[in-house]
């Protein structure tokens, strides 16, 4: 159909408007360089590149294809696991599937995937190493319990696969969980934020199989608790670096004290809106092993962690290559410390970049984030978020009004001219982010 050798592909690449997206097939263009021949299969793959591109109609020799000029991502499966089936696409081909991203398929009332759609894809991709099947923001109909069954029918075990993205997906069962270990004995990463099916069992009985996880997604699992987060910690405990814990509300100090001990190598560790933790648990973090490797700390919403200001000086002295910590405002109001030692503290932290301060007040003094923007972390802070909703005084009559005291009240207006250049002074960013819900 389409003759060329690999040194004339850009003449080819001319053809199509450049790329934009790279949503669903990333590899794709890997296929189009190392190909000779193209199938109309295989411009599909090639339409998977950017399914708003305007393929051109002279490379379809099929009359029924040459009136379509996109292919929308459904579609675009659709055409590659039927090239799968029918054996069409070359081996080498089929070695290039490295990366699928699954999230943006949508299936309609007249045109899904077929049911044994997983098991083709990893039947036929002996590489596929990276598969997103989120559910965010299409909910993934198709990615259910039964076509997991299929795998086990088959005694599929797909040995290459790394990272595993099944966010946000409702339709799994809890037997289904524990078998995902069998089918994907050496995941390095995997996702489970919001999927259903999520118990302590499942999770245990993955990190059994699956000892070298070095990121594991666990928020808003309500079903964990701290038997599951042992096994983690039991079995995980070599190579974990990033732990998601974020919205379990049955975690429990005991089980973040083991966390502690255990994984050594952890890097990051996601715990807001954990309401179960206190501020003990914390001075474990910082009194353990865990404390020379953490680099990102989440802590936003944990009503019962204070942070005091000897907790502040703990964390700044033992955890010495903290990047990245979030809390709420009054977190580090809440014992009514004088604020300029609450910022005294911030400034002993050493490698300190990026702090995110939630839920910040109507009146809270706009001076101490001015101060904490050009003298935490000792000058090597880089960028304070600070996050809020509507307040009151921006509102009149259902109007937008202007505050007269921009440098006391934290409004966009007051941050933009904080934000402006001083002569070379060395300050942090601050950067508001306002919620416009009221």
């Known amino acids: 159909m389409y003759n060329s050798h690999v040194a004339d592909s850009d003449a080819f690449f001319d053809q199509f408007r450049t790329p934009t997206m790279f949503s669903l097939f990333p590899d794709a263009l890997t296929v189009i360089v190392q190909h000779w021949t193209f199938t109309n299969e295989e411009l599909a793959i090639l339409a998977l590149v950017n399914h708003e591109a305007v393929i051109n109609p002279a490379l379809w020799t099929e009359p029924h294809l040459s009136n379509s000029s996109v292919y929308t991502p459904l579609q675009c499966m659709q055409t590659i696991l039927a090239s799968m089936k029918s054996r069409t696409l070359q081996i080498h081909t089929l070695d290039t599937i490295l990366r699928l991203d699954m999230s943006q398929v949508e299936e309609t009332l007249y045109s899904t995937l077929p049911d044994d759609w997983l098991l083709t894809l990893l039947q036929n ?11 965010k923001k299409t909910s993934s109909p198709f990615v259910q319990s039964q076509a997991f069954r299929k795998l086990t029918n088959a005694s599929m075990v797909h040995r290459s696969m790394k990272h595993l993205d099944l966010s946000d997906c409702s339709d799994i069962r809890e037997p289904i969980l524990k078998s995902i270990a069998k089918f994907f004995p050496n995941l390095i990463s995997l996702n489970l934020s919001r999927t259903s099916g999520v118990s302590d069992d499942a999770v245990a009985m993955i990190v059994d199989v699956c000892q070298n996880l070095q990121t594991l997604n666990l ?7 701290d038997q599951g987060l042992h096994a983690v910690a039991k079995f995980c405990r070599r190579n974990l670096r990033v ?18 001990r255990y994984c050594p190598q952890i890097e990051k560790l996601f715990l807001a809106e954990c309401s179960q933790l206190t501020d003990a648990a914390i001075g474990w973090i910082t009194r353990s092993n865990s404390s020379l490797s953490l680099r990102e700390l989440e802590l936003h919403r944990c009503d019962k962690i204070t942070f005091g200001l000897r907790l502040l000086e703990l964390l700044a002295e033992k955890c010495n290559v903290l990047e990245r910590l979030t809390l709420t405002y009054k977190q580090i109001n809440s014992q009514r410390d004088d604020l300029k030692l609450v910022m005294e503290a911030f400034r002993d932290f050493h490698a300190l970049k990026t702090i995110d301060i939630y839920e910040v007040p109507e009146h809270s ?25 509507a307040f009151a005084s921006d509102y009149l009559l259902g109007n937008y009004a202007v505050a007269l005291e921009h440098d006391k009240n934290i409004s966009n207006q007051s941050v933009r001219k904080f934000n402006e250049p001083r002569n070379g002074v060395r300050k942090a960013t601050v950067k508001l982010f306002v919620d416009d819900i009221y």
């Open 365 to 389: 003094p706009a001076l101490f984030f001015w101060d904490l923007a050009f003298q935490a972390s000792r000058g090597n802070l880089e960028t304070i978020n600070l996050y809020r909703g």
């Open 125 to 135: 991709a002996p590489k596929l190493h990276t598969l997103c099947l989120s559910g």
């Open 243 to 260: 732990l998601h814990l974020t919205g379990n509300l049955k975690i429990t100090n005991a089980s973040l004290i083991v966390v502690a």
């Open 219 to 225: 928020s808003y699992c309500r079903q964990v608790t």
